[in-house]
């Protein structure tokens, strides 16, 4: 039996490492390409962003106020 052909637990955590580090590259990549999608004008994300904006400060304390409702029936 060869040790030598055996790789050493440290060659394998550094294999691992960047498995793991391209992985998380690849989302990072798609998740960004989603929203840059989501955000070009008549998508999801601009349609949010222009009715959030345009909001009153009113209704959002009357939408917390309801969720709050809502939760505490639940609990």
Known sequence: MSDEQTPSV??????????VSDGLKAATSTVSEAIHEGRKPGNALDTLARMTQQAPLGMLLAAFLVGRYVARRRW
């Open 10 to 19: 440290t060659e394998q955590l550094s294999d691992i490492a960047t498995t």
